[in-house]
């Protein structure tokens, strides 16, 4: 159970084009997702949080126009880069909420490899 | 300041070699510890939640322990295939979730 999908696995695009990656909880349902931004060797850094039928919250720091966030249904949330340019290349992981016992579980999609020429 | 220290930051282990890792954490009211590993280029895969001081889990050669200051996840006879690196989360009373920078095993056959 808790399985989360992301979709593409990898993308390259070219710098102005605007990319969509998708996150998909299969087997629950997920009210919050995280989206997340990870380069080499480091960790997880939290872009932002996407609320079923609701505006996502941004950290700081990232801008919302760049990266837009949809989360349409309780299954699928999907973040847009618009306008992508080479320093946008990273790892994109999106995760899921799910309540389990009390706590929140976050179960991670696959991520995704954005790569922008 | 809520902040959650994962060390060491790299640890390279002889196959059999049993070792723990370390996640020590400051936040207000902890709701859950998490324990994630991650392969390179992989998302994070969920092991572990603790919700309490004094709970331990098991799962096949790792078992994490959970104190109200820190989380050990120690590793008994580690194999290649446990080379990845281990991600420590805890989750606040507000919901919200601070992740560690991670703990990079490598197990040398």
């Known amino acids: 159970g808790a399985v989360v999908s992301q979709h593409p696995s990898r993308v390259i695009c070219k710098s102005g084009t605007s990319v969509k990656i998708e996150c998909r909880s299969l087997?629950?349902?997920?009210?919050?997702m995280f989206w997340y931004r990870q380069f080499p060797k480091q960790s997880l850094m939290l872009m932002a949080t996407?609320?079923?039928?609701?505006?996502?919250?941004?950290e700081q720091g990232v801008e919302k126009d760049k990266f837009l966030i949809n989360h349409a249904s309780l299954t699928l949330s999907t973040l847009t880069v618009t306008s992508a340019h080479p320093e946008d290349s990273s790892f994109y992981i999106c995760?899921?909420?799910?309540?389990?016992?009390?706590?929140?579980?976050?179960?991670f999609g696959p991520g995704t490899r954005l790569t922008v020429l | 300041e809520d902040q959650v220290t994962q060390s060491p930051e790299a640890l390279r282990l002889q196959e059999g070699e049993s070792s723990s890792l370390n996640c020590s954490y400051t936040?207000?009211?902890?709701?859950?510890l998490f324990w994630y590993r991650q392969d390179p280029g992989k998302g994070p895969e969920f092991l572990f939640t603790?919700?309490?001081a004094g709970e331990e889990k098991e799962k096949e050669r790792l078992k994490a322990t959970l104190t109200k200051k820190e989380s050990f996840l120690h590793i008994t006879a580690p194999k290649p295939e446990d080379s990845a690196t281990y991600l420590c989360?805890?989750?606040?009373?507000?919901?919200?979730?601070?992740f560690g920078t991670g703990t990079s095993l490598t197990v040398i056959p």
């Open positions: 995760s899921a909420r799910a309540p389990s016992g009390g706590v929140d579980t976050q179960y």
């Open positions: 087997d629950f349902q997920a009210t919050t």
């Open positions: 996407s609320n079923e039928g609701s505006k996502a919250t941004y």
């Open positions: 936040v207000s009211g902890l709701r859950g």
């Open positions: 603790l919700y309490s």
């Open positions: 989360a805890v989750q606040a009373r507000g919901n919200q979730f601070y």
